[in-house]
């Protein structure tokens, strides 16, 4: 039993590489048949996922409005070659013109000017047009014209533009996430399976999971950095009582309460004149503003600035990766 870990995206990659020069290694002995195609599975998924992160929205509706327009401009040009205004045209010619009308005709009822309108109506209209893509009649149509490799790349990029832009992405960054999620699992079963194949061979596994092993710790050790920030990173005002909140009882309480009813009193001219007067109630009210002077203000309590600092300043969350058992089984 052994468990893997989420790495952030960009560590993905480098694990990705270093599994994708591991295949392409001369080996006296090659790799077993079974971990080769995981390990195929999983650069095929960092190659994914190296795309989604590295494009835009921006990039993807441009490049749809392109392949849309151009699939368009491909049908009436077909109907342009086929112009018969002085030589006639034969039967196949004539079945190959009412083609490529039909196939306008069914595909861009509207023209395309809607790929100057909102990205929600540009949707919608894709949507309709994926769906005419997928009737029999045009298919057959598209296939007897030779354009099922165009028709395949302007289907990829609606695909590519609803999980980017459309209403079935959620958000324009659906594409990194389900790409990630590709990733997650293609690792788990390339890890899952040089286990199983090289369960006594400790050199292999280091090879092919090494880089894995050496990013996870590299990402733990920079999580505890940013949990637990050097005194160096942090901002200071000058006054190490106020930024540190060091513990502080007895007499030291009672003058970190002096020091605070002061700088209250500088400056809240009000508060002053209120204390000097005897007021209770002002000087209730400038303890209830100062956590630090009320805590140590209590008769005979022993309550530290550090406590009192607690209870304004809420402890950090530990961050941690989500774990996914495995079993070599």
């Not at 590489?17 to 080769?36: D, H, I, M």
């Not at 369960?199 to 050496?214: N, P």
């Not at 303890?287 to 950090?316: F, I, N």
């Amino acid at each position: 039993m052994f468990t893997t870990s989420t790495l952030d995206n960009p560590r993905k990659l480098v694990v990705g590489n270093a599994v994708s020069n591991a295949l392409n290694v001369n080996r006296p002995n090659p790799l077993l048949s079974s971990t080769q195609l995981r390990a195929e599975a999983l650069v095929d998924a960092s190659e994914r996922l190296r795309f989604f992160i590295g494009i835009s929205p921006q990039r993807v509706d441009q490049a749809t409005d392109t392949v849309v327009t151009s699939f368009r401009a491909h049908l009436e040009k077909g109907e342009q070659v086929l112009k018969d205004s002085v030589v006639p045209l034969g039967a196949p010619q004539r079945e190959a013109l009412g083609r490529f009308r039909m196939l306008r005709t069914r595909l861009f009822p509207k023209g395309t000017a809607y790929i100057r309108a909102s990205m929600d109506l540009q949707w919608g209209e894709l949507v309709a047009l994926r769906g005419a893509l997928h009737e029999p009649e045009v298919v057959d149509a598209i296939a007897v014209q030779g354009m099922q490799d165009l028709s395949a790349h302007l289907l990829e990029h609606i695909a590519l533009y609803g999980r980017m832009l459309g209403k079935e992405a959620g958000s324009a960054r659906a594409g990194v996430e389900e790409a990630s999620g590709v990733w997650n699992e293609a690792m788990r079963l390339f890890t899952a399976q040089v286990v199983l194949d090289y369960e006594k061979d400790a050199a292999i596994q280091q090879e092919l999971l090494g880089t894995y092993h050496a990013q996870l710790e590299q990402q733990r050790a920079s999580y505890r950095t940013r949990k637990v920030p050097s005194p160096a990173d942090k901002p200071s005002s000058g006054n190490d009582a106020e930024n540190r909140c060091p513990e502080v009882t007895g007499q030291g309480a009672a003058a970190a309460q002096g020091t605070a009813v002061a700088q209250k009193t500088a400056e809240a001219p009000k508060t002053a004149v209120a204390q000097q007067n005897g007021s209770d109630a002002s000087k209730a009210a400038v303890l209830q503003r100062e956590p630090h002077a009320r805590a140590a203000s209590e008769p005979g309590a022993q309550v530290t600035v550090a406590q009192a600092c607690a209870k304004e300043r809420p402890q950090e969350a530990e961050v941690t990766g989500p774990s996914t058992a495995l079993s070599a089984t």
